[in-house]
């Protein structure tokens, strides 16, 4: 566990883009958090997770996984429409992950992100084409090849081109449509919906339209959509703000969800 400070705010900065040659950067840190650490890695984690750059890391706190697992996840960028080449070598990545999966008696939760390298991702394009490619991504690894266990993927549709949330470019009942779609190819495999960090609320809809599609998917799973605030809160008011808010707005939201698949 690190603690970001940088200028311009008590511990974070505002969202910025990743400066080049990040990773070599700041030696001295890197001996601060430990003489394995990967500040690489870090920064890019902050970045995908919080938007955030970190200019210093202090180390806050080590921590140590229990002996032992149940389960091994793996995400995976796909687009159906890429090179077959590729897609065959991601292919080969995850059946040899399902392979080693089954030798050991784990779970294997596989979570497909797809893509389109022609088609930004938020743009009304985009929009039109993500049911089929979530769909397509489900068809190809509920193969039985892949020995999965349960497919996390992708909420099929963007609200904010949905009839009654954003701009009216898919009806409601095509938004419905979408969720059956995508549960259907799974081959009886658990489905369960990720939130991909979208503001709670979006997710919280999301998650009532599938139950309302009758689409039978399994659950959710949510980082982002429920802790991402906290980051603000910690920020502002520093650490003790931050567990209360956790405990108080984080659990409520928690228990939101629950509720709006149950």
């Known amino acids: 566990a690190v603690e970001a400070r940088g200028p311009g705010s008590q511990h974070l900065q505002q969202p910025v883009a990743p400066r080049r040659g990040a990773e070599q950067a700041d030696v001295a840190d890197v001996r601060a958090i430990g003489q394995h650490a990967e500040v690489g890695s870090i920064r890019r984690e902050m970045m995908e997770e919080v938007g955030y750059r970190a200019d210093k890391l202090i180390l806050v706190a080590n921590g140590y996984v229990s002996p032992g697992s149940s389960s091994e996840r793996i995400f995976l960028y796909y687009a159906p429409d890429d090179d077959p080449a590729l897609n065959a070598r991601k ?48 068809e190809v690894f509920a193969d039985p090849r892949f020995q999965v266990g349960t497919l996390k993927i992708e909420v099929p549709v963007d609200l904010a081109h949905v009839a009654g949330f954003g701009a009216p470019l898919m009806p409601r009942e095509a938004a419905l449509q979408a969720f059956r779609d995508v549960v259907a190819p799974a081959r009886g495999l658990p489905v369960v919906f990720l939130s991909a960090g979208v503001p709670f609320d979006w997710f919280e809809a999301s998650l009532s339209m599938a139950v309302e599609s009758g689409a039978g998917f399994a659950g959710f799973m949510c980082g982002r959509s429920i802790w991402s605030d906290a980051v603000g809160v910690f920020g502002a008011g520093g650490e003790g703000s931050m567990r209360d808010w956790l405990a108080d707005t984080g659990l409520a939201r928690l228990q939101r969800l629950i509720a709006a698949v149950a």
Do not use: I, T, W
């Open 91 to 138: 292919c080969d990545l995850v059946a040899q992950v399902g392979a080693n999966c089954a030798a050991h008696g784990l779970h294997f939760l596989m979570e497909p992100l797809v893509y389109d390298r022609a088609l930004p991702p938020g743009s009304p394009d985009f929009a039109r084409a993500k049911p089929a490619l979530v769909r397509r991504a489900v």
